[in-house]
């Protein structure tokens, strides 16, 4: 897998857990992190439009992770993602 999209997963994923802490109960300011208030309309509102621009931000690399390994082949050195041969 090309480096880039290992990256960026970790990035996406590190995004979405910051999210999670954001929308929990507790102050993290101290550390760094907003709040976002979801008990509120315009809380839950952020939260909705910031989970569906995680999501697409998935869906784009998840198409990305699929080309990678479409890309490989079976040459030397490659990768082979045939079924094993069986021998009668």
Do not use: H, N
């Not at 880039?4 to 970790?10: C, G, H, I, K, R």
């Not at 857990?17 to 109960?25: G, V």
């Not at 040459?75 to 069986?86: K, M």
């Amino acid at each position: 897998m090309p480096g880039p999209v290992l990256l960026d997963a970790f990035e996406l994923a590190r995004d979405i857990r910051t999210l999670d802490m954001e929308a929990s109960p507790y102050d993290l300011t101290a550390w760094g992190y907003g709040s976002v208030a979801i008990e509120t309309p315009e809380g839950k509102a952020v939260y909705v439009a910031r989970q569906r621009a995680l999501s697409a931000r998935g869906q784009a690399l998840r198409q990305r992770l699929i080309d990678a390994v479409a890309a490989t082949d079976d040459t030397p050195g490659g990768v082979d993602f045939s079924p094993p041969r069986t021998l009668l």
